[in-house]
């Protein structure tokens, strides 16, 4: 089985910096993905980690250490349009399966 | 990347009827999931739709709930049986492209109501 555990809802200031931290454990490990999803629309991916280490994508990074079993999403020059929830999620076998989600809200 | 399509988009439905949601895939796929998001919640895997064999479900979620088809590769349907305000959710589903640890995408979601 699996336990991904991520905080239910974080508030950060526009134009700061936002750290989103997912734990996980589980048997066997094929990487761990972020997405982003805003009120009422589907989720979208933002970033796949495998490896160990911090992978950049503009203002959203993300970063995998395997043997802490811990990832965390992180995000720039926060925008209003940043508020949403964001889930971490592992494959197992094929199908996704998911933290609680992150609800973050951006304030001006 | 796959565009996938869900019909209802959303629907209000009355306590013990049924609703069949239909999930279309504008390229074949192998996989094919169906996801659960109820109000303010993360989402939670219902089952896995295989083509020309039964569905796997997860645990908590069993057929004469929630019978899926899976005709072809490019095409699934869910329904919502015997339904109660308790299944008032979103139900997503999404595919995957190339196996494991590669991208899942998700369809626009059916927002379903019971009364």
């Known amino acids: 089985g699996q336990n991904i555990d991520q905080p239910t809802e974080m508030t950060a200031t526009e134009g700061a910096i936002v750290q989103i931290n997912c734990t996980y454990q589980?048997?066997?490990?094929?990487?761990l993905f972020w997405y982003q999803q805003h009120a009422g629309e589907a989720p979208t991916f933002l970033s796949y980690?495998?490896?160990?280490g911090l992978e950049e994508k503009g203002r959203f990074s993300s970063f995998l250490s395997r043997s802490k079993g811990y990832s965390y999403l992180l995000l720039k020059e926060l925008q209003m349009k940043d508020s949403a929830s964001y889930l971490c999620?592992?494959?197992?076998?094929?199908?996704?399966?998911f933290g609680q989600g992150t609800e973050l809200s951006v304030k001006p | 990347s796959a565009v996938i399509s869900q019909k209802p988009s959303r629907d209000i439905c009355q306590r013990g009827t049924s609703l069949t949601i239909q999930c279309q895939v504008d390229?074949?796929?192998?996989?094919m999931f169906w996801y659960r998001q109820q109000p303010g919640q993360s989402l939670t895997l219902i089952a896995t739709?295989?083509?020309?064999?039964?569905?796997?479900?997860e645990s908590g979620f069993v057929i004469d709930k929630f019978p899926i088809s899976r005709p072809n590769l490019t095409f699934s349907t869910l329904t919502v049986s015997n339904m109660s305000p308790e299944d008032s959710s979103i139900y997503l589903c999404?595919?995957?492209?190339?196996?494991?640890?590669?991208?899942?995408?998700f369809g626009p979601g059916t927002r379903l109501t019971v009364l």
């Open positions: 999404s595919v995957e492209e190339g196996g494991a640890g590669v991208e899942q995408f």
């Open positions: 589980t048997s066997g490990f094929n990487g």
């Open positions: 980690n495998v490896l160990d």
């Open positions: 999620g592992i494959p197992q076998g094929g199908k996704l399966i």
């Open positions: 390229s074949q796929v192998t996989m």
């Open positions: 739709a295989n083509q020309g064999s039964e569905a796997t479900y």
